[in-house]
């Protein structure tokens, strides 16, 4: 079964501190890629990074950074000196290929919510 | 670049209506999607489709009806509104992710049924 939890449903911290929201997944596959994306207030989904399986290096964007470990099953997102501007509904996703379909399974979301 | 065009954007419907949520995309990406997001929840896929003349059922297709006469468009069918149907709609347009493209979601639909 493919699966991705978010076991974190809501997360509050204080601008400036660093956040690790978790993702762990679940797939036979040996070819799978992994997403994260982010749904502010105002409610519109921003497609932040995808991993491939095979690619296990870490990625630092800004003050964002994801750490991919294949043997936890793992792809956790660091928010660095959060700001009031990061408060969204983050998603993990895992992209699977089933047979001749292609599909997004959704972790069910982490609401981050940073406070001045 | 327009990327994903949901219409319209909000509708109140009453219930027993009907009506058709329209998605058009200009990428040419081969996978289209229908998602529902209902309040503080997670995407529910409705319906998707791999390419023109194509599609499938998601987790929720109850209530809903699709096509895919093109690569471009991708419209959501609702029969017989109920207010269960009540949520944001997003549509999705998204390449194979080996290819390195972009994924865009549309901007959704907030549907009410009263």
């Given at each position: 079964?493919?699966?991705?939890?978010?076991?974190?449903?809501?997360?509050?911290?204080?601008?400036?501190?660093?956040?690790?929201?978790?993702?762990?997944?679940?797939?036979?596959?040996?070819?799978?890629?992994?997403?994260?994306?982010?749904?502010?207030?105002?409610?519109e989904l921003?497609?932040?990074?995808?991993?491939?399986?095979?690619?296990?290096?870490?990625?630092?964007?800004?003050?964002?950074?994801?750490?991919?470990?294949?043997?936890?099953?793992?792809?956790?997102?660091?928010?660095?000196?959060?700001?009031?501007?990061?408060?969204?509904?983050?998603?993990?996703?895992?992209?699977?290929?089933?047979?001749?379909?292609?599909?997004?399974?959704?972790?069910?979301?982490?609401?981050?919510?940073?406070?001045? | 670049?327009?990327?994903v065009?949901?219409?319209?954007?909000?509708?109140?419907?009453?219930?027993?209506?009907?009506?058709?949520?329209?998605?058009?995309?200009?990428?040419?990406?081969?996978?289209?999607?229908?998602?529902?997001?209902?309040?503080?929840?997670?995407?529910?896929?409705?319906?998707?489709?791999?390419?023109?003349?194509?599609?499938?059922?998601?987790?929720?297709?109850?209530?809903?009806?699709?096509?895919?006469?093109?690569?471009?468009?991708?419209?959501?069918?609702?029969?017989?509104?109920?207010?269960?149907?009540?949520?944001?709609?997003f549509c999705a347009?998204?390449?194979?992710?080996?290819?390195?493209?972009?994924q865009h979601f549309g901007d959704?639909?907030?549907?009410?049924?009263?």
């Amino acid at each position: 079964a493919q699966k991705v939890t978010q076991a974190q449903t809501e997360i509050s911290v204080v601008e400036k501190e660093d956040v690790t929201l978790d993702c762990v997944y679940e797939t036979r596959d040996t070819t799978y890629y992994l997403f994260w994306y982010k749904q502010p207030p105002s409610g519109e989904l921003v497609f932040l990074i995808r991993r491939n399986s095979f690619d296990e290096q870490n990625e630092i964007s800004g003050r964002y950074s994801w750490n991919f470990q294949k043997s936890t099953s793992s792809f956790n997102f660091t928010i660095t000196a959060s700001q009031v501007v990061d408060s969204a509904v983050y998603f993990c996703a895992l992209w699977v290929y089933a047979g001749n379909n292609r599909k997004l399974i959704w972790g069910l979301g982490t609401s981050l919510a940073v406070n001045p | 670049n327009a990327g994903v065009t949901q219409t319209p954007k909000f509708r109140i419907l009453k219930i027993g209506q009907s009506m058709t949520l329209q998605c058009t995309q200009d990428m040419n990406h081969n996978y289209m999607y229908w998602y529902r997001q209902d309040p503080g929840m997670g995407l529910k896929l409705i319906y998707y489709s791999v390419g023109a003349g194509i599609t499938d059922k998601g987790e929720v297709p109850n209530g809903y009806n699709v096509s895919r006469s093109t690569t471009e468009d991708f419209p959501l069918r609702l029969e017989l509104a109920a207010p269960s149907q009540t949520s944001v709609y997003f549509c999705a347009a998204l390449a194979d992710p080996g290819f390195d493209q972009p994924q865009h979601f549309g901007d959704g639909t907030r549907l009410s049924i009263l």
